[in-house]
């Protein structure tokens, strides 16, 4: 326990972080960046470990965001007495033998979605959490953005009136390159459902987020890019290989989905890795009986809001995020000064950290990942099936 300059009793709590490719690095600075922007939590994250299997990727991570040590083999971390909570921001097929074992070792846990591979495997790191007792928080970062929030309270408050549907779309064109390398992210064993886990997890905790449980779907799946070259070195992110011997696909570039909520509402979710000319276009359109919101990733502070008594020929308005919207004000001092991802990463963290001070959770919890992970895999019974799934009795 140490004193800060405000008075405010400040405990810290050793941290570490599995994985260090784009999210270990964005998870490092969220840690780093919690106090500029959450003074009063009176808890301080201290970077006490950074795991990564490639020869010098740990060192280079302590040596850059201030580690104390660095380490190839995650196992350490869990047999380490400094680390209270952990990032899990390694591949997919990991989460669920990290999770569990960070959690049986009574470390939190900060897990990247889609946690895990099946819902089997959410269902085990979920369980291993509340049998802890520990927090477990998930990386559905865009349910963070101050719009969203907002979108979720209108949507709440009856402002659109009865919500009948919803379409979410997460296009992008990460995997769009032929040259794209044929990493983790395309193997069943190592990355599951490909834009299922990927992707259309987020759309699921949207769609949940802002309209509540799915009852049933029924959906249809691709893949557009069958083969790809196998890299020759150590990859992160969406490395590129040409050349190379080629391999199988084996996972989804493409998916879409009729969604029916357990509320009566309808809905429309689709999802692709390949798609050119697509960057980032992420979004939900929600209608009501009396209105409608709008909302695209690529101008995040903004929300398109439609509501009143017209219903025909009813205006359509940009609101600004600002100050009192979500945790806007934690970011920026007035209206419609643009946040970015990497905050929604911070109000993550932020989240994670209050819910271990509380002990109670606040954000996307490991119910929530078994929640979008049911979903997923409902999509691909129905995409073997063509028939509509129940997500519940389903999963
Ligand atoms: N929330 C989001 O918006 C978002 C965005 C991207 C990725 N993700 C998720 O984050 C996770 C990581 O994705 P990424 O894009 O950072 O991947 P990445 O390939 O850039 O990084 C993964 C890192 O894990 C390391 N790694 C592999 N095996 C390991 C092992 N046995 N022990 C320790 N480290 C190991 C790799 O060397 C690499 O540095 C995935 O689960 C992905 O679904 C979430």
């Not at 209270?84 to 921001?89: G, L, P, Y």
């Not at 920026?332 to 963290?349: F, R, T």
């Given at each position: 326990m140490d004193r800060s300059k405000e008075g405010l009793m400040v405990d810290t709590l050793g941290v570490a972080v599995v994985g260090f490719g784009w999210m270990g690095r964005v998870h490092s600075q969220a840690y780093a960046r919690v106090p500029h922007h959450y003074p009063k939590l009176g808890l301080r994250p201290e970077l006490v470990t950074v795991a990564d299997d490639v020869p010098g990727r740990a060192e280079e991570a302590a040596a850059r965001f201030g580690f104390a040590t660095a380490v190839r083999d995650w196992r350490e971390v869990v047999a380490d007495p400094r680390v209270?909570?952990?990032?899990?921001?390694a591949p997919n097929f990991l989460h669920r033998e990290i999770g569990v074992a960070m959690a049986e070792a009574g470390k939190h846990i900060w897990i990247e979605k889609p946690v895990g591979l099946t819902v089997a495997d959410a269902r085990a790191v979920a369980e291993a959490v509340a049998k802890s007792g520990v927090q477990g928080t998930v990386g559905f970062n865009y349910r963070n953005a101050p719009a969203v929030e907002s979108a979720r309270r209108l949507i709440a408050d009856g402002g659109i009136g009865t919500v009948t549907h919803v379409r979410v779309r997460l296009f992008s064109d990460y995997a769009a390159h032929p040259e794209g390398a044929l990493t983790w992210r395309y193997e069943r064993e190592r990355g599951g459902s490909g834009v299922l886990g990927d992707l259309a997890s987020h759309g699921v905790d949207l769609a949940r987020y802002l309209l509540g449980d799915i009852a049933s779907l029924t959906a249809d799946t691709a893949v557009f890019v069958p083969e790809r070259a196998r890299p020759t070195g150590a990859t992160a992110g969406h490395s590129r290989a040409s050349g190379g011997e080629l391999g199988p696909v084996e996972n989804e570039d493409y998916v879409s989905c009729l969604l029916r909520f357990a509320s009566g509402a309808r809905g429309v979710l689709e999802a692709c890795r390949v798609s050119v000319g697509e960057q980032n276009n992420y979004g939900f359109e929600v209608h009501g009986t009396k209105g409608a919101v709008f909302w695209d990733f690529r101008r995040m502070n903004e929300l398109g809001v439609s509501r009143g008594d017209r219903y025909q020929d009813q205006p359509v308005s940009t609101v600004y995020m600002g100050p009192g919207e979500g945790e806007y004000e934690a970011f920026?001092?007035?209206?419609?000064?643009?946040?970015?991802?990497?905050?929604?990463?911070?109000?993550?963290?932020y989240r994670f950290l209050s819910s271990i001070a509380e002990g109670t959770p606040h954000g996307a919890t490991l119910a929530d990942a078994v929640q979008s992970a049911a979903a997923l895999d409902a999509m691909t019974r129905s995409a073997e099936s063509g028939a509509w799934v129940d997500v519940h009795r389903g999963g």
């Open positions: 209270r909570a952990v990032s899990i921001t920026q001092p007035g209206s419609a000064n643009a946040m970015g991802y990497d905050d929604l990463k911070v109000i993550e963290a």
